[in-house]
Structures are given as C-alpha cells and as structure tokens.
C-alpha cells in the first residue's frame, strides 16, 4: 500500500490518499470525501497535507512526523469541486483528452475514517463501488487496459506493461515527483 499526495489546485496544499492498488493510479479521476467528518489541514515540514482529523494521529506516527501542526478543520462537504493537480498526468498521453476530472466529490457510503486518510482515490474504469460514485459525479470511467491486463498504447511509458507489474514503476515515478508520501 502507498499513500500518494495530489496537489491542490494554485495551493501548496496536497490531498493525501492511501491506496493498495497503485496500478490504478494513472486511472485516477477523482477523490472521494466523507461530507460530514472533520478534516484538517496540517502543516508538515513545509508543505500543508489534507487528512481526516479522525486519522491525524496515527498518520503522523506512522510517517515519523512528531513535529506537526493543524492550521484549520472543516468539515468533508467543503472539498466537494477543490480541483487538483494528477501527479503522473504528463506522463500519460490519455489524460490530455479529459474533462471536467481530478476534483473532490463526496461519498458517505466509500469512505472509511477506519484506515488510510480518509480520502479516497477513484478510478471509475476499475471497480464497481468507484464506477458508481464517477457516474453519480459525472467523472469518466476511463480503463487504458487491455483484456491481457496490460496498458494500451495511449499509456505512455506504461504502454504494454501488465498492471500489476507497472505498480514498481509507478510508484518510483511517484516518488521522483515528490508525490509518494509513504510506502
């Protein structure tokens, strides 16, 4: 599992997700937010990270950071529409053709404020629960993978890779953008 930071939007603030599958990363349209839990912005070294307040705590052991500060809290319904920025886009020649993507919707029923960060990475293309929630939030359900499991041509540097064999690749190329918060 990894947990990956997407960049609001003109803010030095980043959304943070917790996902086990990174091979659907650069299938990522959107995150999902429970509209009714607290959240806070919290200060971390010199970058602000969006996380459930349920879950600081715990994230913040787990990620070594005993020096931390919580700047504001609002409740989940406030993120709904906060644009971002998809770390891996430029790399995949398949996220120039979308629209009105990488946006914050809210969603009750799949979120947890049990683990992760309590925002949620989706991939309308792979999964029924994350199927659901695109089209309630008018997000595309975009799948660059071929019936053999692999990335198509429009994947970039991933094209002809098998999903779960490009999830080393991701991950590295995420950590050379400064986007892998853990692993």
């Known amino acids: ?55 600081l705590e715990t994230l913040m052991s787990k990620f070594g950071f005993n020096d931390y500060k919580v700047i504001e809290s609002f409740k989940g319904k406030q993120l709904e529409g906060t644009k971002y920025s998809h770390p891996l886009s430029d790399l995949l020649p398949f996220h120039k ?52 499991g692999k990335y198509d041509e429009k994947s970039g540097k991933y094209s002809g890779v098998y999903a779960k064999d490009a999830d080393k690749m991701i991950i590295q190329d995420l950590k050379d953008r400064n986007a892998l918060m853990f692993e």
């Open 1 to 55: 599992s990894i947990y990956v930071k997407f960049k609001v939007k003109d803010k030095n603030e980043y959304l943070l997700i917790w996902t086990t599958t990174p091979w659907t990363i650069p299938s990522n349209m959107g995150i999902m937010v429970k509209p009714n839990a607290e959240y806070v912005k919290v200060k971390v070294n010199n970058e602000v990270l969006i996380v459930a307040k349920d879950l």
């Open 97 to 148: 053709s979308l629209k009105d993507v990488h946006r914050v919707v809210l969603s009750d029923q799949y979120v947890s404020l049990e683990e992760g960060t309590g925002l949620v990475h989706t991939a309308p293309g792979h999964g029924k629960e994350d199927y659901e929630v695109g089209m309630q939030n008018g997000l595309p359900a975009v799948n660059p993978l071929k019936l053999n």
